[in-house]
């Protein structure tokens, strides 16, 4: 997977199996027998890509905070965590050549339905958690569509969004 990230970065998201076979050290033929396809090896990596999230969120759950807004604040962790990076799921050409893919447009709006409906699970007020949410998307695209975004600003969004799951009341 790691090959296969290096090769969309440094040739683009129409980066062939020959290239990801050479950057991983194997041969074209090692590679067709894990994933049959380039379509297969894309859908395999955005898989990849949602579960070191998944992992994320779970070690940013807190297990002994009982409070509402618990997956919102893991969530939001996990959005900031540094060990997430900036891999090839932030680059806009990337993204566009995933979704063009027959199937995956569909994945990712399921997956973006299950993190929403997790953030929504633990008692935090129903508004709180659609600002959260749209504020996470939000950051992400910006990060996607402005790679020199600042730091200072994503930290201030982090701190905003941690401090919206410390009360419970409605916003209006």
Request: include cysteine.
């Amino acid at each position: 997977m790691e090959a296969a990230e290096r090769a969309l970065m440094s040739h683009g998201p129409q980066v062939s199996l020959e290239v990801v076979a050479q950057d991983a050290g194997v041969s074209k033929g090692g590679l067709l027998h894990h994933f049959r396809s380039r379509e297969a090896l894309l859908r395999a990596l955005c898989e990849h890509w949602i579960q070191q999230y998944d992992d994320a969120v779970a070690r940013h759950l807190e297990p002994d905070d009982g409070r509402p807004g618990r997956f919102c604040r893991a969530h939001i962790k996990a959005s900031f965590d540094p060990s997430i990076g900036d891999g090839p799921w932030r680059n806009i050409g990337v993204q566009s050549a995933l979704l063009a893919i027959p199937g995956l447009f569909e994945h990712a709006r399921i997956n973006g339905r299950r993190w929403e409906n997790e953030m929504g699970s633990d008692g935090l007020h129903p508004q709180r958690v659609l600002l959260i949410a749209r504020a996470l998307d939000g950051d992400s695209m910006t990060e996607m569509f402005d790679a020199g975004s600042d730091d200072g600003e994503r930290v201030e969004l982090r701190d905003l969004l941690l401090a919206l799951t410390e009360s419970n009341q409605p916003l209006i």
